[in-house]
């Protein structure tokens, strides 16, 4: 099977992305990193700072661990301007 086979079939069930309006993405803290961060499959229907995905571990660059100087949780849904050490992006 190809990779582009093996793509297809992985999000086989998942809407097109042409068929689902994406939720705009939030401003996330910008030490706030993940893997998926760097790039995801072609045809996945979300964007990582929206949180969406079941898998993908978060850290912070400040501390590098999972938690903030906050020491709260680094999440895409938890890392936003409200937040005591949010850094926005430049």
């Known amino acids: 099977m190809s990779a582009e086979d093996q793509a297809a079939h992985a999000y086989a ?3 097109a992305a042409e068929d689902e309006v994406e939720a705009e993405a939030p401003e996330v803290c910008a030490c706030l990193r993940t893997k998926t961060a ?22 912070c660059l400040a501390t590098m ?13 938890q890392c936003l301007a409200a937040r005591s050490c949010y850094r926005a992006a430049e």
């Open 65 to 77: 661990a999972n938690a903030g100087p906050d020491e709260n949780v680094a999440h895409p849904q």
């Open 38 to 59: 760097f790039g995801s499959l072609a045809g996945a229907p979300h964007r990582w700072q929206q949180g969406k995905s079941s898998t993908a571990v978060y850290w």
């Open 13 to 15: 069930n998942w809407p």
